[in-house]
């Protein structure tokens, strides 16, 4: 379910960033439900407070890498050349999510505003 979910709300070229974003997703929503498994609608609220402004952001990005990706031979080949070199620097925050952390994180700073 969570795969089918996630190719509905998060459009993404490549493609490949759908795993990606799957499996945070699963972690992020599996920490939010374990933490109260009686309040799934709170969870479900969290998980998309939680992850949408990271999916925009990566969705954004997976959009500008695919322009750039399939860029036609000859000068456009250039920029791409060069785009792909710097994927590491520009894309690199992609892959050093930490989307348990990110939840648990998450969960303490809501039960703070709670609190107040």
């Given at each position: 379910m969570l795969t089918l979910l996630n190719v509905l709300?998060?459009?993404?070229?490549?493609?490949?960033?759908?795993?990606?974003?799957?499996?945070?997703?699963?972690?992020?929503?599996?920490?939010?439900?374990?933490?109260?498994?009686h309040d799934l609608d709170g969870a479900f609220a969290a998980y998309e407070t939680l992850r949408r402004p990271r999916t925009r952001a990566i969705q954004r990005a997976s959009w500008m890498g695919n322009r750039g990706l399939h860029s036609p031979d000859g000068?456009?080949?250039?920029?791409?050349?060069?785009?792909?070199?710097?994927?590491?620097?520009?894309?690199?925050?992609i892959h050093a999510f930490d989307a348990l952390e990110?939840?648990?994180?998450?969960?303490?700073n809501s039960t703070r505003s709670a609190a107040v």
């Open positions: 709300i998060h459009s993404f070229l490549p493609k490949g960033q759908v795993a990606n974003t799957t499996i945070e997703d699963a972690v992020t929503l599996a920490e939010l439900i374990a933490a109260d498994p000068p456009e080949a250039l920029r791409r050349d060069a785009l792909v070199a710097r994927f590491p620097e520009k894309f690199g925050w990110t939840a648990r994180a998450g969960m303490r």
